[in-house]
């Protein structure tokens, strides 16, 4: 009986040693990876791919500064953040580790299956010409909306694949549609700019029509309760056919302006909401409220609808 109950002891003592023997070692090694003459930094880890290296005197390098500093956005010329090798393949061919700004990824519905290919401006005074000119013209609107990064390319162009599997251009149908290159896109990182070749240098309106286009990004994703007194002053008109208000077909301007209305074509109905709102988001766009004032200040609904949407927008940091 004793024989059995020493042999439980000694297997028990072994299992313990065997674990207190574990322990030490583990400690033994936590300790040496851990030494003073170690430094266990991750690598790259302060880093940061969207601004220059201290070392780095160059102009182009002082016009990412000085963006910074008075936009406090990052300028970026190239989507390529970095590209260095970090190893052979089985062939011996080097391999690369790429990082992107990958300004697609946050575009909503089909954006995941397009891509985008840029056309870089190389020339140092036409860098520095674009970055003036977003600085001066389009920063100053975005006020606390101003994005991480702004992406400043001589071109842009869209791509999808067809149903044969072969990329090719987006195209798009509408009137006014900038497809398939884009002057514009709106990313969480970046904002990307395209100067279109040129244009930008030569169109005075070139950035408020960028400008009007972000306007319209933002109001297109607020919710509902921050429309809700824009949409108001309208409520009992939206899509109400003329005859059934007790009004004539022979609806004049003056008639949709007092109710609220920008002129439509259209001589039977009020317009719908969602075309009510285009109207007003290129009006808060285009106007200052000045301007606006001057023009339709006679008109309470209008001066009311005008003044509710640029307040809705200011409430997500676009400066008018």
């Known amino acids: 009986m004793n024989m059995n109950v020493n042999t439980k002891n000694e297997k028990k003592m072994i299992k313990q040693y065997i674990l207190y023997v574990v322990m030490a070692v583990m400690a033994l090694s936590l300790a ?55 190893g052979v393949d089985a062939y011996g061919n080097p391999t690369y580790k790429t990082e992107l700004v990958d300004v697609e990824y946050a575009l909503v519905g089909s954006g995941l299956s397009h891509t985008h290919t840029y056309k870089y401006i190389t020339d140092f005074a036409k860098q520095q010409k674009a970055a003036d000119l977003v600085a001066s013209k389009l920063a100053p609107h975005l006020g606390k909306a101003v994005p991480y990064s702004f992406l400043i ?5 869209e791509w999808t694949i067809n149903d044969k599997g072969q990329r090719v251009l987006v195209r798009k149908d509408t009137y006014d549609d900038q497809y398939p290159h884009p002057q514009l896109l709106l990313g969480t ?105 001057e023009k339709y200040g006679t008109y309470p609904l209008m001066m009311a609808k005008f003044k509710a949407l640029r307040k809705a927008c200011e409430g997500y940091g676009i400066v008018f």
């Open 32 to 86: 040496t990876s851990c030494s003073d003459d170690e430094d266990v930094t991750p690598s790259n880890a302060d880093e940061n791919l969207f601004y220059p290296n201290a070392e780095d005197n160059s102009q182009l390098a002082q016009l990412k500064r000085d963006f910074k500093q008075k936009v406090g956005s990052y300028l970026l010329f190239n989507d390529t953040l970095s590209h260095v090798q970090n």
């Open 153 to 157: 390319v001589d071109s842009a162009s």
């Open 189 to 293: 990182r970046c904002y990307m700019v395209s100067i279109d070749g040129g244009a930008a240098f030569e169109d005075d309106g070139y950035f408020n029509d960028l400008f009007a286009r972000i306007v319209k990004d933002k109001i297109g994703r607020m919710p509902a309760d921050s429309l809700a007194t824009f949409y108001s002053y309208s409520t009992k008109y939206y899509d109400m056919y003329y005859e059934d208000m007790g009004l004539t077909e022979e609806y004049t301007d003056e008639d949709f302006l007092t109710h609220g209305f920008f002129p439509s074509w259209d001589t039977e109905y009020f317009p719908y909401k969602k075309s009510d709102l285009e109207y007003y988001e290129k009006a808060v766009a285009k106007y200052t409220l000045e301007s606006f004032t």
